[in-house]
């Protein structure tokens, strides 16, 4: 079964910090497509990065980050300026055909 | 522009009741898919659809049925339910994995 980790159930942080979600992930595939989504306490899923896996160059969406190392299978999101806002759950997800594989994600606190 | 529509946004059910989840958008999107969120577990794949007329299953199919008759409706059955459905329900379209997808507000279902 195709499986994503993410290793961290709950971390905090202080606005204004820097923080690093952890994800791992299998595959057998050469090329395929990763993603952070966002859930905030409305429930609804937000995209936040993307990264397609044949590029090289880690994306990036103005405070947000992702530190791909392809052959140790990481994908990492690094949020840069925490703000209150970014309180929420974190899934990291692998595309499988047209869908999703999750990851069990991280919820993200941010304390003033 | 609507996106994607969930309706119900909350359900209560006796167990052994059948109900339909229902999921609409209006982007025009091939791809649609429902997934099941249980805490700790991440969102989980039921069942998918590649177009109208065409489904298949996820990881998490028994007690679920769909179908899509147009391009627009992915309805999820509860054939008979039980509390081990007891989950937040999300609909998901794309028109592709590389643009992501979207997703519904979720419905959450409690089976008592």
């Known amino acids: 079964a195709q499986t994503v980790t993410q290793s961290q159930p709950e971390m905090s942080v202080q606005e204004a910090e820097t923080v690093t979600l952890s994800c791992t992930y299998d595959?057998?595939?050469?090329?395929?497509?990763l993603f952070w989504y966002k859930q905030p306490p409305s429930r609804q899923m937000i995209l936040v990065i993307r990264?397609?896996?044949?590029?090289?160059q880690n994306a990036t969406e103005n405070r947000f980050s992702v530190n791909f190392q392809k052959a140790a299978k990481s994908f990492s999101l690094k949020i840069s300026d925490s703000q209150l806002g970014d309180t929420a759950m974190y899934f990291c997800a692998r595309g499988y055909g047209q869908n999703f594989v999750f990851g069990p994600g991280t919820r993200l606190s941010v304390l003033p | 522009n609507a996106g994607v529509t969930q309706t119900p946004k909350f359900q209560v059910l006796k167990t052994g009741q059948s109900m339909t989840l229902q999921c609409a958008q209006d982007?025009?999107?091939?791809?649609m898919s429902w997934y099941r969120q249980d805490p700790g577990m991440g969102l989980r794949l039921i069942h998918y659809s590649v177009g109208a007329g065409i489904t298949d299953q996820g990881e998490v199919p028994n007690g679920y049925n769909v179908s899509r008759s147009t391009t627009e409706d992915f309805p999820l059955r509860l054939l008979s339910a039980a509390p081990s459905q007891t989950s937040v329900y999300f609909c998901?379209?794309?028109?592709?994995?590389?643009?992501?997808?979207?997703f519904g507000q979720g419905t959450r279902l409690t089976v008592v």
């Open positions: 998901a379209s794309s028109a592709g994995l590389i643009r992501g997808a979207f």
């Open positions: 595959t057998s595939e050469s090329n395929y497509y």
């Open positions: 982007m025009n999107h091939e791809y």
């Open positions: 990264q397609e896996a044949y590029k090289q």
